[in-house]
């Protein structure tokens, strides 16, 4: 069963820099896009950052300029390098990969466990 794994959440002072990574791992035939989300308690899930296959990127207008989300095919791992943090980035963030298992058959969206991150003032 495929699956992705996070690590890297922690607590931080605002200022400070964490680096989340996200590995899938199981019957993989091709990872296509990956994304990252975060949700604070009480609020909506919120799109963070997203890269294509090819390396295209997008970021919310929020954290533009101070996270950088990265791919590395080999391990097939995303990170999320996260500068600059401030109160209003605590969350428990969630990768979110587009997995092919079977050719010709689609996408599978899978979830990482989520990850918490938290900002303090």
């Known amino acids: 069963q495929v699956q992705l794994v996070e690590s890297g959440g922690g607590l931080v002072q605002a200022g400070g820099s964490l680096r989340l990574s996200c590995t899938a791992s199981?019957?993989?035939?091709?990872?296509?896009?990956m994304r990252w989300y975060r949700q604070a308690p009480g609020n909506q899930r919120e799109l963070v950052a997203g890269i294509a296959s090819g390396g295209r990127t997008n970021y919310a207008d929020s954290v533009e300029g101070r996270f950088t989300v990265s791919r590395d095919n080999a391990e097939n791992t995303v990170y999320l390098q996260m500068n600059s943090l401030q109160p209003e980035d605590t969350a428990v963030y969630y990768c979110c990969a587009d997995i092919v298992v079977v050719p010709g058959t689609g996408y599978l969206e899978v979830w990482g466990q989520g990850s918490l991150v938290t900002v303090s003032s």
């Open positions: 199981g019957r993989i035939f091709s990872l296509n896009a």
